[in-house]
């Protein structure tokens, strides 16, 4: 494992080596919070490497599919150990890379481990069930077999969870894997496969090829060797996946996002409900499918609430990631802080009236970072295009409601449905938002944000395909039922 000394050259992972690209191109990775820093560059891959790596998976999906299940997990358990040793450095290339602050991402690549343990164990679990005949003679079951090769498509705002919870699962059950990451988190994803190789993993059994989403990411869709692809990013994206898959029979499956409503009730603990609401909006600088985005209030408690709330996002501190007392980091990159602060001024220009922040960050020491200040609006109207679109940025935006039954309107009324919550002391609020709240993961007196990773994670309407990732349910994607009849 490379220990972080100087600006490194990292190469793509294919059939077991490290490999330069075809084309002898490298991209720079850079530091959001300081944008002369360079932490290491990245390869620009062409077809040709894809190729090679969907070739080196192929040629290792024979062997693998063929070890026991407990085989495959005993490699997901060596893995989880390399991993954990590697956590700090892992943890410190994450915050360097993407901004989140080193707590987050320290606990971030724990989850990585944890997940790997989870599914190492799964490989001990029944894939079949025996199924009555109606021929006294016969034995009928079902078997899950694996697809073959996974196409694995991440994004950079969680570079080692989302990663492992895509190919740990597809490994476990007899696929293997080639793994395009975000390009802007790609020098994490090196250090992820440098714990590949450390546990010794068959070669060829996970690729990682970085590169340009417009040339890996469309051809792992597009390539006929490749029989399954899960993707997580935007919903823009992530329909142009899914119509590229189903043009040519393979499997998909897609995580594309939310705009996550919190539900504050007349009668919530409302000091609890700020806090969640700031941890499930703002937290990994609002840079979560799963952050809190709309936050729809009863009329009763709306001014003691955006009291509290103003007063708790004043007591913030933003910062480089890597420094001690950062609450909230820098966006992760340029483009994406300016599509935030795009945003802001759309909010502004919809009448939407803004009660804090709005700004970039400029304070000496965070002039070179893509810093943008936490931001609360109210005054905002469903129609409003920051009530609708998923900003993926540290903003918040109020709309106050009279009663229950308008707030699950509102909450409603988006083409989304990931995420939600609500916050109420009645058990009655509580059973009309879990039976009446469309979204595929529903959370009471907690933040939107987060899903342990033994439960089901996905959502309704526009946020996925409708499959789910992590825990057990992992298993429907990642594998195929084979029914079997046999007679003596």
């Given at each position: 494992m490379s220990v972080h000394t100087q600006a490194q050259t990292y190469q793509n992972y294919i059939g077991g080596e490290w490999r330069p690209s075809a084309s002898n191109q490298v991209e720079a990775s850079?530091?959001?919070?300081?944008?002369h820093e360079v932490v290491g560059y990245v390869q620009k891959s062409s077809a040709e490497d894809l190729?090679?790596?969907?070739?080196?998976?192929?040629?290792?999906?024979?062997?693998?599919?063929?070890?026991?299940g407990p085989a495959r997990g005993e490699y997901l358990y060596r893995?989880?150990?390399?991993?954990e040793r590697h956590l700090d450095d892992i943890a410190a290339t994450m915050t360097r890379e993407m901004g989140k602050t080193l707590p987050e991402a320290k606990g971030e690549t724990a989850r990585g481990v944890a997940i790997l343990r989870y599914y190492a164990g799964e490989g001990m679990r029944k894939i079949g069930d025996v199924i009555p005949s109606t021929d006294s003679e016969g034995l009928m079951f079902t078997s899950r077999v694996p697809l073959g090769v996974v196409g694995v498509i991440t994004p950079w705002n969680f570079p080692v969870a989302i990663p492992i919870w895509k190919i740990a699962p597809a490994i476990v059950y007899g696929n293997t894997v080639v793994f395009k990451p975000a390009q802007e988190t790609a020098v994490t994803a090196a250090k992820l496969m440098e714990c590949v190789d450390e546990a010794g993993l068959p070669p060829g059994v996970v690729n990682m090829v970085t590169g340009a989403g417009?040339?890996?990411?469309?051809?792992?869709?597009d390539h006929p060797g490749i029989?399954?692809?899960t993707f997580t990013g935007s919903d823009q994206v992530g329909k142009q996946v899914g119509l590229g898959a189903l043009a040519r029979g393979a499997k998909y499956q897609l995580e594309m996002g939310g705009k996550n409503p919190v539900i504050v009730a007349a009668d919530a603990d409302l000091d609890l409900a700020v806090e969640a609401t700031v941890s499930g909006g703002l937290r990994s600088t609002g840079q979560k499918c799963t952050a809190t985005s709309r936050v729809i209030v009863q009329s009763a408690v709306y001014d003691v609430f955006k009291q509290k709330l103003l007063e708790r996002v004043a007591a913030l501190k933003v910062g480089d990631g890597l420094a001690p007392d950062t609450w909230m980091g820098p966006c992760a990159s340029e483009r994406?802080?300016?599509?935030?602060?795009?945003?802001i001024q759309k909010g502004l220009e919809e009448g939407a009236v803004l009660l804090c922040g709005g700004k970039r960050v400029t304070a000496p020491g965070l002039e070179h970072g893509f810093y943008v200040e936490p931001t609360v609006f109210e005054n905002v109207t469903p129609d409003m295009t920051i009530a609708r679109e998923e900003i993926f940025g540290p903003v918040l935006a109020l709309i106050?409601?009279?009663t229950l039954q308008e707030a699950l309107q509102v909450a409603n009324d988006s083409r989304f449905g990931l995420s939600a919550s609500i916050f109420t002391r009645d058990i009655g609020n509580m059973l009309a938002f879990i039976r009446d709240m469309d979204a595929g993961m529903v959370r009471i007196n907690a933040e939107s944000a987060g899903v342990e990773l033994?439960?089901?994670?996905?959502?309704m309407k526009q946020s996925s395909s409708h499959s789910r990732e992590q825990g057990q349910a992992a298993i429907e994607f990642f594998t195929a039922i084979k029914t079997v009849f046999v007679k003596g």
């Amino acid at each position: 494992m490379s220990v972080h000394t100087q600006a490194q050259t990292y190469q793509n992972y294919i059939g077991g080596e490290w490999r330069p690209s075809a084309s002898n191109q490298v991209e720079a990775s850079i530091n959001p919070a300081n944008r002369h820093e360079v932490v290491g560059y990245v390869q620009k891959s062409s077809a040709e490497d894809l190729n090679q790596a969907v070739e080196a998976a192929r040629s290792a999906q024979t062997a693998w599919r063929k070890l026991s299940g407990p085989a495959r997990g005993e490699y997901l358990y060596r893995l989880a150990d390399v991993l954990e040793r590697h956590l700090d450095d892992i943890a410190a290339t994450m915050t360097r890379e993407m901004g989140k602050t080193l707590p987050e991402a320290k606990g971030e690549t724990a989850r990585g481990v944890a997940i790997l343990r989870y599914y190492a164990g799964e490989g001990m679990r029944k894939i079949g069930d025996v199924i009555p005949s109606t021929d006294s003679e016969g034995l009928m079951f079902t078997s899950r077999v694996p697809l073959g090769v996974v196409g694995v498509i991440t994004p950079w705002n969680f570079p080692v969870a989302i990663p492992i919870w895509k190919i740990a699962p597809a490994i476990v059950y007899g696929n293997t894997v080639v793994f395009k990451p975000a390009q802007e988190t790609a020098v994490t994803a090196a250090k992820l496969m440098e714990c590949v190789d450390e546990a010794g993993l068959p070669p060829g059994v996970v690729n990682m090829v970085t590169g340009a989403g417009s040339v890996i990411g469309q051809g792992i869709v597009d390539h006929p060797g490749i029989a399954a692809v899960t993707f997580t990013g935007s919903d823009q994206v992530g329909k142009q996946v899914g119509l590229g898959a189903l043009a040519r029979g393979a499997k998909y499956q897609l995580e594309m996002g939310g705009k996550n409503p919190v539900i504050v009730a007349a009668d919530a603990d409302l000091d609890l409900a700020v806090e969640a609401t700031v941890s499930g909006g703002l937290r990994s600088t609002g840079q979560k499918c799963t952050a809190t985005s709309r936050v729809i209030v009863q009329s009763a408690v709306y001014d003691v609430f955006k009291q509290k709330l103003l007063e708790r996002v004043a007591a913030l501190k933003v910062g480089d990631g890597l420094a001690p007392d950062t609450w909230m980091g820098p966006c992760a990159s340029e483009r994406q802080m300016q599509t935030v602060l795009g945003y802001i001024q759309k909010g502004l220009e919809e009448g939407a009236v803004l009660l804090c922040g709005g700004k970039r960050v400029t304070a000496p020491g965070l002039e070179h970072g893509f810093y943008v200040e936490p931001t609360v609006f109210e005054n905002v109207t469903p129609d409003m295009t920051i009530a609708r679109e998923e900003i993926f940025g540290p903003v918040l935006a109020l709309i106050k409601v009279d009663t229950l039954q308008e707030a699950l309107q509102v909450a409603n009324d988006s083409r989304f449905g990931l995420s939600a919550s609500i916050f109420t002391r009645d058990i009655g609020n509580m059973l009309a938002f879990i039976r009446d709240m469309d979204a595929g993961m529903v959370r009471i007196n907690a933040e939107s944000a987060g899903v342990e990773l033994q439960a089901p994670f996905g959502g309704m309407k526009q946020s996925s395909s409708h499959s789910r990732e992590q825990g057990q349910a992992a298993i429907e994607f990642f594998t195929a039922i084979k029914t079997v009849f046999v007679k003596g």
